[in-house]
């Protein structure tokens, strides 16, 4: 079974190469950020309660994304495996998941770590911001406040999964397919 982590600050390009790697092993894509925008167009309260702080540029509580991950991982029992996009972003939530998957003995395989430079995240979020229409990528106060978050809360996790000897740096500048085609040589080796 193959459970890939896709990480990496906001803008990296993990919903856009998550796309590929679905196709090319026939995975089940998780977005924890893609679940929440569908809790908030449902109008739930889990998702009027992740809405205050996705606005911001703050992470939704631990425990909320937690739980959606650990139903989703209960009714996908069939899958080849996984591909988990924007989760986990807290060394707490990569311990939950450790403890979630270590249960089925299904481990992580292999952490893809999108490395982007600044400028080119804000470019890209203020991009998307005006064809998508989500209010987070069109605020620049907000994008400066998620890769801030990003640095103080999930880039720890990069050490988390080095030393378990998973993490993979992978160069997130260039084209799409470029990209892609880096991903899958590492993925080729898991
Ligand atoms: P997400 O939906 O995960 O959004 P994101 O990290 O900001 O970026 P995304 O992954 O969608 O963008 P991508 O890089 O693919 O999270 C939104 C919010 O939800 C968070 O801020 C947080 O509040 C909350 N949340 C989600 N998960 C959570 C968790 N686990 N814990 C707590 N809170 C959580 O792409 C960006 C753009 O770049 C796209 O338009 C794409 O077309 C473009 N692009 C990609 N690759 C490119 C390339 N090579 N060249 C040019 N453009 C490119």
Redesign the pocket.
């Known amino acids: 079974m193959l459970n890939l982590v896709l990480f ?1 600050p ?7 190469q998550a796309e590929f790697l679905v196709k090319a092993y026939n995975l089940t894509h998780l ?4 679940l ?1 925008r569908t809790e908030i167009a449902a109008g739930s309260k889990l998702g009027l309660e992740a809405q205050r ?2 606005e911001k ?4 509580p631990d425990e909320v ?1 937690i739980g959606m991950i650990k139903g989703k991982l209960e009714s996908n029992t069939g899958s080849k495996g996984f591909i988990f ?5 807290t060394v707490d ?1 990569a311990k939950a998941l450790d403890s979630l998957l270590n249960e089925n003995g299904t481990p992580i395989s292999g952490m893809l770590s999108l490395e982007v430079e600044k400028q080119e995240l804000v470019n ?2 203020l ?2 911001g005006k064809i998508s229409g989500r209010a ?1 990528d069109q605020d620049p106060s907000v994008i400066e406040n ?1 890769i801030k978050t990003y640095n103080e809360k999930t880039s720890p996790l990069i050490d988390y999964y080095k030393k378990q000897g998973k993490h993979f740096g992978i160069n ?1 500048m ?3 397919e470029d ?1 892609a085609g880096r991903l899958r040589k590492v993925v080729a080796e898991l």
């Open positions: 990496g906001p803008g990296a390009g993990k919903g856009t977005s924890t950020g893609d929440l702080f996705m540029g703050e992470l939704v994304v996009d924007g989760f986990p972003r939530q890209r979020l991009s998307r987070d998620r997130g260039g084209s799409i990209i």
